[in-house]
């Protein structure tokens, strides 16, 4: 995928900067609710699921399976899409890299890896693992 072409929106505000700053680390972090004990995907302070303001970011295991993907072929460079379902229960809209891209199958385990953007940030994608 070309980073510069690709990349998703990019949203570095006082709440997700934690995450980016990890992200450029090299680790995965994603947002617990202590009130719930859930994890939750797309980092933000409130609970999506009681609502609760007790959260915390906690490091992730970067490992999950796929749940849904897409190949995009009608483009100059293929690229695969995927719902992935991190192993701490949230599903992350993602893509799926450095694979073939007719083996993927829904199931497969995957792993995180960390892509630049043409934005300087370090982007979480998927990987076989």
């Known amino acids: 995928m070309p980073e510069d072409t690709r990349s998703p929106l990019i949203v570095n505000n006082p709440e997700t900067q934690p995450f980016w700053e990890?992200?450029?680390?090299?680790r995965f972090i994603v947002r617990y609710c202590i009130a719930c004990n859930r994890a939750h995907w797309y980092p933000r302070a409130i609970c999506?699921?009681?609502f609760s303001d007790k959260t915390e970011w906690k490091q992730a295991s970067g490992n999950g399976t796929v749940y849904s993907y897409s190949v995009m072929r009608r483009v100059p460079e293929p690229y695969a899409i995927a719902y992935v379902t991190l192993e701490?229960?949230?599903k992350m809209l993602t893509n799926l890299v450095?694979?073939?891209f007719d083996a993927i199958r829904i199931g497969h385990?995957?792993?995180v890896v960390f892509k630049p953007s043409s934005e300087g940030m370090q982007l979480p994608m998927f990987t076989p693992a």
């Open 22 to 26: 990890a992200a450029a680390e090299g």
């Open 48 to 50: 999506p699921f009681c």
């Open 88 to 90: 701490e229960g949230p």
């Open 98 to 100: 450095e694979c073939d």
């Open 109 to 111: 385990r995957v792993k």
